[in-house]
């Protein structure tokens, strides 16, 4: 059986990507600048409902629906085997946390069950911008109290903990890149397209220039609620930039549409300002989070090709086929916790601390 990294695309996922690429571009620039193409922010309504509704509950479905399927078959999802074996307890957890992060916290509550609270007319909804401010992008944390709280306590307290697992088991964005890449065409786009060379690993230092960005960003609209002078002459034209760059050209249109030519994880590698955060977070605080190899490395290999962040794995597990029995955490690696690699190995060689 020939391994899924090796298998050519088929006639139906060729036909799938020249659909694709444009349906995510055309979406994404009506999503987020509908007034570049209409007189109205509520132009393109469908049935009432803004698009990002329309839009939540496609990948709400998607996400959730992954889920299911894949609780409801237990079947090891990152196993090459013939016949795998059930999902661990630790795949159960992550599936079962992704499915009820997604389907409650980003979309009933804020999607249906607030707006029914509010009194508000359900398929009439208000004519507004679409909202271009993610946490992710940490600049909120700056002028948000809540987000603030939510970035520098709450996260911070899981990644002493647990590393960056925030991204394979709960982050909105994290929970579609993991659901996707578990699915037959996911598994291939991860495993044969994600970077996984040195040079791929040195351009990560991308993702710190990001974040330093969004820092000084958050700083200056901080500044310029504050009525600092001068701040305001910068402010709009800083959150501007943001909402182009970060959130339309790299979170949306590559973070989403290169899924299928750079595998799911490229937004969350070099982009994502939080990750930037979490990664230098967890290793100032020396976090208790580590994989961990043990003596029953063959030197298989599965473990660096699973991997959605192009972590060389391996490297840790085995020299020439002979166990070394090392381990990396957020010193070594962008480790997100996902539990692939440990998964994917068929000797059971690999284990979170
Ligand atoms: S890297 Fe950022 S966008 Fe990706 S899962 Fe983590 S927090 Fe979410
Ligand atoms: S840790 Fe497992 S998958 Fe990775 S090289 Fe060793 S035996 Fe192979
Ligand atoms: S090293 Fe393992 S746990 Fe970490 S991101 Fe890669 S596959 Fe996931």
Not at 109 to 117: C, E, H
Not at 252 to 268: A, D, E, H, Q
Request: hydrophobic share 45%; net charge positive; charged share 15%.
């Amino acid at each position: 059986m020939p391994l899924p990294e090796n298998t050519p695309r088929s006639k139906l996922e060729i036909a799938f990507l020249i659909f694709f690429i444009p349906i995510v571009i055309a979406f994404y620039l009506i999503y987020k600048y509908p007034l570049w193409f209409a007189d109205s922010s509520d132009a393109f309504y469908l049935f009432g409902k803004q698009p990002s509704f329309w839009y939540m509950s496609l990948y709400t479905l998607l996400v959730s629906g992954t889920c299911l399927w894949l609780l409801v078959r237990n079947v090891n999802a990152y196993s090459i085997k013939k016949n795998p074996e059930p999902l661990n307890k630790y795949q159960k957890g992550k599936f079962t946390a992704i499915f009820f992060s997604q389907t409650f916290a980003f979309y009933l509550i804020p999607f249906v069950i607030l707006p029914f609270m509010n009194g508000a007319e359900f398929w009439s909804d208000p004519a507004k911008m679409p909202v271009k401010t993610a946490h992710v992008y940490l600049w909120p944390a700056f002028t948000s109290v809540g987000v603030a709280l939510y970035v520098f306590v709450f996260i911070s307290v899981i990644v002493y903990f647990f590393g960056k697992r925030y991204c394979s088991w709960f982050c909105s964005c994290g929970n579609l890149a993991e659901t996707v890449g578990v699915t037959p065409w996911g598994r291939r786009w991860v495993r044969k397209y994600t970077p996984r060379s040195e040079k791929s690993r040195k351009l990560e230092i991308i993702q710190r220039i990001w974040m330093v960005f969004a820092i000084i960003t958050g700083i200056i609209l901080l500044m310029d609620a504050l009525n600092f002078a001068g701040a305001e002459n910068v402010a709009g034209q800083v959150r501007a930039t943001q909402d182009f760059i970060t959130d339309l050209i790299f979170g949306s249109l590559i973070g989403v549409g290169f899924y299928p030519f750079l595998g799911t994880r490229i937004w969350c590698r070099y982009g994502c300002p939080l990750a930037g955060w979490m990664h230098v977070l967890g290793q100032k605080i020396n976090t208790r989070f580590r994989v961990e190899a043990n003596d029953k490395c063959r030197g298989i290999g599965q473990c660096t090709t699973t991997c959605p962040m192009g972590i060389p794995v391996e490297d840790f597990a085995h020299k020439d086929k002979q166990p070394i029995q090392g381990s990396f955490g957020l010193d070594e690696s962008p480790c997100i916790g996902c539990g692939g690699c440990i998964s994917a190995c068929p000797t059971k060689a690999l284990s979170f601390r």
